[in-house]
């Protein structure tokens, strides 16, 4: 059975900083490209971030260059979302997600999803 736990998010302030994980069990991690999707109320799922199969490459949408940082650990079967200097506008429900195949830098075909996390920033 396939699994994607996200955890991590909550409110906080501006400026802050915050660590989001996904722990994923039920297929093998190290051969699937993980991404981060983001869902703010009324608006449409973003894609934010993703990394290679053995962390190599990585892809971010502009909005979070320089303040997002993903990061995957296939020893545990975990990817992180890294966010500082967080901005209102980053608040969202935060989704994991991979995917079988490349390219990294698509928000398209990914198969399996988490249930989500949600980040409040308070400006």
Do not use: H
């Amino acid at each position: 059975q396939v699994q994607l736990v996200e955890s991590g998010g909550g409110l906080v302030q501006a400026g802050d900083s915050l660590r989001l994980s996904c722990e994923a069990s039920g297929f093998t991690f190290s051969n699937y490209v993980m991404g981060w999707f983001r869902q703010a109320p009324g608006k449409e799922r973003e894609f934010v971030a993703a990394i290679s199969w053995r962390g190599a490459r990585t892809y971010y949408t502009d909005s979070v260059k320089g303040r997002f940082t993903i990061i995957r650990d296939n020893t545990r079967n975990t990817v992180y979302l890294r966010m500082n200097s967080l901005k209102p506008a980053d608040t969202a429900v935060y989704f994991c997600a991979a995917k079988r195949n490349p390219p990294i830098d698509s928000g398209s075909s990914y198969e399996y999803w988490g249930q989500g996390t949600q980040v409040t920033v308070a400006s």
